[in-house]
């Protein structure tokens, strides 16, 4: 089965937004794998606008899951990782305005950067993941910096499933097939949700893990939390 893990960011947008501690972040992700959820994400960034890099450190003694940490591999960013030792990390190219992540990585192009933070994560015991639009050049290039997995970036598939268009699916499964050839796990994540989430699963070979936040929070304050963490497990059987 495909592992669900939950990204908690919009619960510590909603948290901040009163400046106190409701809804509490460390229980919310307490509750997440006890509904369920394979693992808790966390996307912390510079200005700290939603996860703190506090609630990171926090959350190392809370996820008896996987515990993944998604960011952009500035220094701050690695020695947060470097003191929390998740389960894994995944580096996305961030800009640090950026409202949310909106690009993979150019694998290549940055080649020299990326393999030399892999190894230094991998020297940590550390898993990494890359994420990378459904590019085989990019998936190409993950595989030769080191990584263990890519993450592809979902929403142009998403964007195109919504208004009908199911062939948007070829490019990853194409991705994702060569990923299986050169031995890259695979994992997935923006903008999947209820709506899109069977298919895509369906059709993508050897998806070890998706990474679900905005949709399933959104669909949590209809269908509430529990509910809908166990809609996105039975349909990623």
Known sequence: MTKLSVNINKIATLRNSRGGDVPNLLQVAKDVQK??????TVHPRPDERHIRYQDARDLVNVVYT?????G??????????????????????DAVDALTSNAG??????KDFLKEVIQECRQQGIRT????????????????????????YTEEFARQYGLGN?????????????????????????????DNIKFFKDNIPNLLEVSIGHALIAESIYLGLENVVNMYIRKLQ
């Open 35 to 40: 509904f369920g959820a394979e693992g808790v």
């Open 66 to 70: 996987e515990y993944n940490i998604e």
């Open 72 to 93: 952009n591999p500035m220094d701050d960013f690695l020695k947060l990782v470097y003191e929390c030792k998740p389960t894994q990390v995944t580096l996305v190219p």
């Open 105 to 110: 990585w150019d694998t290549v192009k940055h």
């Open 129 to 152: 993941s890359i994420f990378v639009d459904p590019v085989l050049k990019m998936v190409e290039g993950a595989k030769e910096v080191g990584a263990d997995r890519i993450e592809l």
């Open 166 to 194: 199911e062939g948007a699916i070829v490019p990853y499964v194409k991705a994702a097939e060569l990923a299986v050839d050169l031995n890259l796990g695979i994992n997935a994540g923006h903008d999947l949700s209820l």
